[in-house]
């Protein structure tokens, strides 16, 4: 049997169920892949191959579960409740540092990868802020979209996991080199924030009068009781400096990801949640987020190990480096970057990394362009995939801030776009990526 169409149909059928719901992601990574391996003759090693690509996938999903976990607890503490306290006192009624002050909490607010997450508290914050300058809720919408479409190419945000665990790669060969480029990604950000706050300036003016304390935008105040108890605002200097920590011990690489998350919930929890009964409490709290994550971190590696073990993926990417003409094909990664805003727009990141990357990435070593190349230049597009219909938490921002979603593509897609090109071009000129 011709693997490489047996691949590429594989792949179709995997995409359709996803697309058209017929089947979720999570059942789709496991049964397409053991139904097509099991069509090609592959009996005997399917077994084999799947705990393979589970056991290369297993350090990724253990990171995600600390992770998600530890970033979890420091929300619950409060860690970041005085910061968005001191921008709710700085803006004032200066539209241009209200747009400043939207995207420096979105951004730090996203560090979870969260976009419902992001966009709750971010609108909480700033909604009541920006009704009563009179200023435009696109806007809001605007600056919240860019920054979470830069933080959620951290690990435990999904794609930079999906595209680790498509490529068989670790997340210091992805993650580190990236982290650059997304800083470029939020200095695009606080740029457009400055242009758009501007705009409004010269429109409203400024209300030097306007001033509204953290209690009056009712970050607080909207808490129920159990969550108020979880606070701990005599611990945010020493929650704050073990984030600090963790960050940069994971940017200088000086002990696996994995095992820096774990340590860092370990010590997240003794510090602000000594008693047991609490500690269990709050692993069922974020049990629900660390299930749908990892979940599909581990049914991926299904995928993966059947797709590699089988050498699919070896046949189809010989057939498409075929097509691909030999000039061209020095700039796979360029390649990628590019298609990456169209692809996880119209179709979910699960396809995405798990159907398409991988053929690419096989493609784009046979022209000397590594994998993990391939990965970095497969995640700068998120800024345009959180605008996709399939974004679900962008019906929330909607929502939330009561403004046409069909109007809020056509206002927010320009600045996205210009998101990805600058991170794809500071990803160039700094080597993370080749052109």
């Known amino acids: 049997m011709n693997l490489a169409l047996l691949g590429f149909v594989m792949i179709i059928v995997f995409m359709a169920l996803i697309m058209s719901r017929k089947m979720s992601a999570l ?39 600390f992770a998600i976990l530890y970033f979890g607890v420091m929300i619950d503490a409060g860690l970041f409740n005085p910061i968005i306290s001191v921008i709710m006192k700085g803006v004032k009624g200066d539209p241009v540092k209200i747009t400043i002050g939207t995207v420096a909490l979105a951004s730090i607010v996203a560090l979870d990868g969260d976009g419902t997450t992001t966009f709750i508290i971010t609108v909480t914050a700033m909604l009541p802020l920006y009704k009563k300058m009179g200023m435009n809720p696109y ?33 210091e060969e992805v993650f580190t080199p990236v982290i650059p480029v997304m800083v470029a990604g ?16 010269k429109r409203i003016g400024i209300k030097n009068h306007l001033s509204l304390t953290l209690e009056e935008m009712h970050i607080s105040n909207d808490k129920d009781e159990d969550e108020l108890a979880l606070l701990r605002p005599k611990l945010t200097i020493i929650n704050a ?58 049914a991926s590696g299904v995928f993966t190990g059947v797709m590699s073990g089988t050498k699919m993926v ?60 391939m990965a970095r230049a497969s995640i700068l597009g998120q800024p345009v995939h959180v605008l996709s219909p399939l974004y679900a938490a962008g019906y929330l921002l909607v929502g939330m801030l009561g403004i046409d979603y069909g109007t809020n593509q056509k206002v927010v897609l320009k600045w996205a776009i210009g998101s990805s090109v600058c991170m794809i071009i500071v990803a160039g000129i700094i080597g993370v990526i080749a052109f």
Do not use: C
């Not at 605007?142 to 670790?170: C, D, E, F, K, Y």
């Open 27 to 65: 059942v789709a990574l496991i049964v397409v892949p053991v139904v097509f391996g099991l069509i090609g003759g592959f009996y005997s090693s399917l077994g084999k191959d799947i705990i393979a690509g589970i056991t290369t996938v297993a350090p990724t999903g253990i990171m995600l579960v």
């Open 139 to 171: 806007i809001l919408s605007t600056l919240a979209l860019l920054a979470i479409g830069v933080m959620n190419m951290t690990p435990w945000g999904g794609p930079t996991a999906r595209a680790i665990s498509a490529l068989q790669l670790t997340t």
């Open 186 to 201: 939020i200095l695009f950000a606080f740029v457009a924030a400055y242009i758009l706050g501007k705009r409004e300036r």
């Open 241 to 298: 400096a073990l984030t600090i920590t963790l960050l940069v011990a994971l940017i200088t690489d000086f002990l696996p990801i994995p095992v820096l998350f774990m340590l860092g919930f370990a010590l997240a929890l003794i510090i602000n949640y000594p008693q047991l009964k609490v500690q269990s409490s709050l692993i069922k709290r974020h049990a629900g987020n660390v299930l749908a994550v990892v979940s599909l971190v581990f």
């Open 314 to 373: 070896d046949h189809m990417a010989s057939a498409l480096v075929h097509i691909v003409p030999d000039a061209m094909g020095n700039h796979f990664a360029l390649i990628t970057a590019v298609l990456s805003m169209p692809f996880t727009y119209f179709m979910a990141n699960d396809p995405f990394y798990y159907g398409i990357l991988p053929i690419l990435a096989e493609s784009a070593q046979q022209f000397g362009v590594s994998k993990a190349m």
